[in-house]
Structures are given as structure tokens and as C-alpha cells.
Nanobody
Framework: EVQLVESGGGVVQPGGSLRLSCAASGFTFSGFGMSWVRQAPGKEREGVAAIYIPSATTYYADSVKGRFTTSQDNAKNTLYLQMNSLKPEDTAMYYC?????????????????WGQGTQVTVSS
């Protein structure tokens, strides 16, 4: 059974940093694209970052380019999202998603597996 478990969320002041983790089980990263998707209150889910394994090609939404970095530890089957220079508009529930289709997360219909999410709140 595929499971994705996010952790690392919390409350941080504007300009601060957080690192999210996504522990995967039931499958190995090879051949999958691993993504981060967020949903702010009252808004639709938005794909923010992805890494396609094994090429290590990355994708970032314009809203997070230069501030967020995604990476993976294959030995631990864990995905990370390093978030720097956080802004209040980054406040959202952050989800980890896995897919064999490279259209995820730009098109969320092609994201096959989802975690339960971890809340990030950026506030002074």
C-alpha cells in the first residue's frame, strides 16, 4: 500500500524558513515524479514544486521560484521541501503527491497518490 506522510509544518514569521518532509512507503521513488501541492483557505490546490526521478529534473511554480527547493533522499525514501523567505501568502496546507505522469503537479488530475498534508502558517 502506498503511503505518503508529511511533517515539518508549523507557524513561522515572514522571512523565516521551514523544511517539510514527506516519508514514502509502499513504493520506491524510481520512476515516479514527487510533488508538493498546497491549498490555501478558500483557494484551489496549487502545484508548487516537483522532482522527477531518476532524471532529477525539477519544476517550480513562479510564485515560489528562488525561495523553495525540493530534493529527495532515495535511501530514506523521503522527499523534502526547503522553504525560505516565507511570505504570508505561503500560508496553506502542504501536500505531498506521487505520480508516474509528468503532468503532475501542473495538472492535479494526474497526481495518483496523496498524503494527508501538513499546515504551514506564515504570520507575525
Amino acid at each position: 500500500e502506498v503511503q505518503l506522510v508529511e511533517s515539518g509544518g508549523g507557524v513561522v514569521q515572514p522571512g523565516g524558513s521551514l523544511r517539510l518532509s514527506c516519508a514514502a512507503s509502499g513504493f520506491t521513488f524510481s520512476g515516479f515524479g514527487m510533488s508538493w501541492v498546497r491549498q490555501a483557505p478558500g483557494k484551489e490546490r496549487e502545484g508548487v514544486a516537483a522532482i522527477y526521478i531518476p532524471s532529477a529534473t525539477t519544476y517550480y511554480a513562479d510564485s515560489v521560484k528562488g525561495r523553495f527547493t525540493t530534493s529527495q533522499d532515495n535511501a530514506k525514501n523521503t522527499l523534502y521541501l526547503q522553504m525560505n523567505s516565507l511570505k504570508p501568502e505561503d500560508t496553506a496546507m502542504y501536500y505531498c503527491a506521487a505520480s508516474r505522469d509528468v503532468r503532475c503537479p501542473q495538472d492535479l488530475r494526474f497526481c495518483n497518490y496523496w498524503g494527508q498534508g501538513t499546515q504551514v502558517t506564515v504570520s507575525s
